[in-house]
């Protein structure tokens, strides 16, 4: 690793609030050019053709970010029940979150990519999501793994997840459940939703007006609103929450 992307990536983790002070990077030279070489690793993205990139960090990443949200949400938020929780943890991990995270923190000038990936506009949001979850399991790894790495994760994200929380929660209106589910299946190449409506009533206003049924692939959900909208958006909403009680891969 070169002086100046030492250098970059030390200044980096300075503006994640995660520099000297936290001891995320030991103080022994060994061990700190190693903890940086995790993190050049998680902010190479696989379109270098370098054989070191995000690709095992992200994987890694995305159950420690479940996880970590899933305390966070425990934490401060005691009072949601178990369907709202997931449905609130569903977004705080969904792509579209990990892209505007990383737009925040601006990841996009650390990190390396090939020339297509680089001229790609139209997929840098799907670029910065991937790296911003693989820079989750550096975060992790780097502070410790199971022995003190969520800790760092939480010291860094919870200030996040706290503001997009209280949008969320202060404005219903914002779950859009139907999105997330879509990105969801979509990054899990699953194909896309299908929503099977029926009118149970034809009186105006009644909350349970129409029924709603969502499918992709083995996952299911159903929901009832006042309107085909609020009903798929309730469907959409229950497969999500489905989907977070399912046991993480491999477990």
């Keep these: 690793m070169t002086p100046q992307r030492r250098q970059q990536l030390l200044a980096f983790l300075e503006s994640l609030g995660l520099g000297a002070a936290t001891g995320l990077i030991p103080s022994d030279p060994a061990a700190a050019e190693a903890a940086l070489e995790t993190l050049d690793e998680a902010l190479t993205h696989s379109s270098t053709g370098l054989p070191r990139h995000h690709d095992r960090l992200e994987f890694l990443g995305d159950a420690v970010l479940r996880l970590a949200a899933a305390e966070f949400l425990h934490r401060e938020h005691p009072a ?29 000038p650390v990190l390396l990519m090939g020339p297509m990936a680089a001229g790609d506009r139209a997929g840098r949001s799907t670029v910065l999501a991937e790296c911003a979850e693989a820079l989750v399991g550096a975060v992790y790894t780097v ?6 790495g969520l800790v760092a ?33 979509q990054g899990q190449g699953k194909g896309l939703p299908t929503y099977h409506c029926l009118e149970r ?15 992709v692939a083995d996952l299911r959900g159903e929901g009832r609103g006042r309107s085909r909208r609020e009903a798929e958006q309730q469907a959409a909403r229950a497969a999500l929450a489905a989907l977070a009680l399912r046991p993480a891969p491999g477990c």
């Design 80 to 108: 949601l029940g178990v369907g709202d929780t997931s449905a609130l943890r569903a977004q705080l991990v969904s792509d579209r979150w990990l892209s505007e995270l990383a737009r925040s923190i601006a990841l996009e």
């Design 143 to 148: 502070g410790g793994g199971p022995q003190g």
């Design 153 to 185: 994760v939480q010291q860094w994200l919870a200030p996040h997840w706290r503001g997009s929380a209280a949008e969320l929660l202060a404005d219903p209106a914002r779950h859009n459940w139907k999105s997330v589910l879509q990105e969801w299946s």
């Design 201 to 215: 009533s034809r009186v105006h206003g009644d909350p349970e007006r129409f029924e709603c049924r969502v499918e």
